[in-house]
């Protein structure tokens, strides 16, 4: 109980701070924490972990589910709502918007094409691009779709993902090899996402592609799942490349989540 006392005084804290309206920040904190919680909770849940009143949850509820941001279950438990999809879409188009000028600087200081990618579902999407000056340059076109265990992208997404749901996700999609190079058994997927955990990026060597290599980075904190990436021949991307071009993935990617996490620091 301390911890719901803390979250509640937390909360109402921020509210003075922001000279916010606290009925919104509640609401919009539920919708977080059942995010948080898989998409479904019961109302005593909800009130354990934000420490308010479960009189004051079932008004901000029922707000919820009479705008269709909250659905209610048969069972009585609360699920997210399908109004939210639209938002989550446009918020998704917009997240690419706002990182193209990191992309752009990724691809001054590498010189290599650079991608930002999400996790939709079992797939991955690519939501922005910039091209590299190099005459000689990979394109991906904004918008495409592509299994995870081909990209390096796919693989920085997954790689603190639990091995049980990495393994269901492989049995959903299959793994058609690309390339001779694909990897295509959860056995070889699993080892290259502990490679990744390891080295703190991931690898498409010739995986996606013959001639090219990629490398991605997850953008840590991000509000949905998000990597970013440089592409190019592997002629250019060579392994000492890699080396200096990772530290900058790194770093960029860093920057990223500041600016995403919408930090005001007044």
Same mark, same amino acid.
């Given at each position: 109980?301390?911890?719901?006392s803390?979250s /509640?005084?937390?909360a109402?804290?921020k509210?003075?701070a !922001?000279g916010?309206? $606290? !009925?919104?920040?509640?609401?919009?904190?539920l919708?977080e924490?059942?995010a948080?919680?898989g998409?479904? *909770?019961?109302?005593?849940?909800?009130?354990?972990?934000s420490?308010?009143?479960?009189?004051?949850?079932?008004r901000?509820?029922r707000?919820?589910?009479?705008?269709?941001?909250v659905?209610?279950?048969t069972?009585?438990?609360?699920?997210?709502?399908p109004?939210?999809i639209?938002?989550?879409?446009?918020a !998704?188009? &917009?997240l690419? /918007?706002?990182a193209?000028?990191?992309?752009?600087?990724? *691809?001054?200081?590498t010189?290599?094409?650079?991608?930002?990618? &999400?996790?939709d579902?079992d797939?991955i %999407?690519? %939501?922005?691009? %910039?091209p590299?000056?190099? +005459?000689?340059?990979?394109?991906?076109e904004?918008?495409?779709r592509?299994?995870?265990? +081909?990209?390096? *992208?796919?693989?920085?997404?997954?790689a603190?993902?639990?091995?049980?749901e990495?393994?269901a996700?492989?049995?959903?999609?299959?793994?058609?090899a690309?390339t001779?190079?694909?990897?295509?058994?959860?056995?070889g997927f699993?080892?290259?996402?502990?490679?990744v955990?390891?080295?703190?990026?991931?690898?498409?060597d010739?995986? $996606?592609?013959?001639?090219v290599?990629?490398?991605?980075v997850?953008?840590p904190? !991000?509000p949905t799942?998000?990597?970013? +990436?440089?592409?190019?021949?592997?002629?250019?991307v060579?392994?000492?490349?890699?080396?200096?071009?990772?530290?900058i &993935?790194?770093?960029?990617?860093?920057?990223? +989540?500041?600016?995403?996490?919408?930090q005001?620091?007044a």
């Amino acid at each position: 109980m301390p911890t719901s006392s803390a979250s /509640t005084t937390d909360a109402s804290a921020k509210t003075a701070a !922001s000279g916010g309206v $606290q !009925s919104l920040e509640r609401a919009f904190d539920l919708l977080e924490r059942m995010a948080d919680a898989g998409g479904e *909770v019961g109302l005593s849940e909800l009130s354990a972990a934000s420490g308010l009143p479960l009189p004051t949850i079932h008004r901000l509820m029922r707000t919820l589910v009479a705008c269709g941001y909250v659905r209610q279950q048969t069972n009585r438990r609360y699920s997210l709502g399908p109004r939210l999809i639209r938002l989550g879409e446009s918020a !998704s188009r &917009l997240l690419g /918007t706002w990182a193209r000028p990191y992309l752009a600087r990724l *691809v001054e200081e590498t010189g290599e094409t650079a991608n930002m990618a &999400l996790l939709d579902g079992d797939e991955i %999407v690519y %939501v922005a691009q %910039v091209p590299s000056k190099h +005459s000689m340059r990979m394109f991906t076109e904004v918008g495409r779709r592509v299994l995870p265990h +081909s990209t390096g *992208v796919g693989k920085a997404l997954l790689a603190h993902t639990p091995a049980e749901e990495v393994r269901a996700l492989l049995a959903r999609t299959g793994m058609p090899a690309a390339t001779e190079k694909t990897i295509t058994t959860p056995e070889g997927f699993l080892e290259a996402l502990e490679q990744v955990r390891k080295a703190g990026y991931a690898v498409d060597d010739n995986e $996606q592609e013959i001639g090219v290599r990629c490398l991605a980075v997850s953008v840590p904190n !991000s509000p949905t799942a998000a990597a970013i +990436s440089i592409s190019g021949p592997a002629g250019r991307v060579t392994e000492a490349a890699t080396e200096t071009i990772v530290p900058i &993935l790194q770093g960029i990617a860093a920057e990223l +989540s500041v600016a995403l996490s919408n930090q005001n620091p007044a």
